[in-house]
């Protein structure tokens, strides 16, 4: 069974959503693939909130009002089981390593308003053609 951790990343105020992603993509990923090395989830997938180009950068809404959705991108961490998932902490939460990780969060996202949540089962249902 797969060991799913969700995150909502929150933007830094007055960082516009596409600086927000590259600074995600360009840097922060590769400096956390550098850090766990070995040690990275099976998966790690990034999912961006569709917002508008202009201020105040409005999600994109289906369904609700824009102001329901205050994070910019659901970050997936998929472990292979728990051990995965307890060697990836072990080094995650040494002092040295929250250093690196955290200086580089404040350059793109409100770290004051991180939060991680373990999953359950993932149900999921395809129909039709492939994505």
């Known amino acids: 069974m797969a060991f799913i951790v969700l995150m909502p990343v929150f933007r830094k105020e007055g960082l516009s959503p596409a600086d927000f992603k590259k600074h995600y993509e360009d840097v ?7 850090i766990f090395g070995d040690l990275m989830p099976a998966r790690y997938t990034r999912h ?58 404040a350059n793109f996202m409100q770290h004051d308003k991180m939060m991680a949540v373990k999953l359950e089962d993932v149900c999921e249902s395809r129909y039709g053609s492939k994505l």
Do not use: W
């Open 28 to 34: 922060h990923v590769p400096l956390i693939s550098s």
């Open 48 to 105: 961006y909130v569709d917002r508008s180009k202009d201020p105040p950068h409005d999600a994109t809404m289906l369904i609700g009002q824009a102001s329901d959705v205050p994070y910019d991108c659901l970050t997936e961490l998929a472990f292979a089981d728990q051990e995965k998932l307890d060697a990836f902490n072990a080094v995650f939460y040494k002092p040295e390593i929250q250093e690196k990780i955290q200086g580089d969060e």
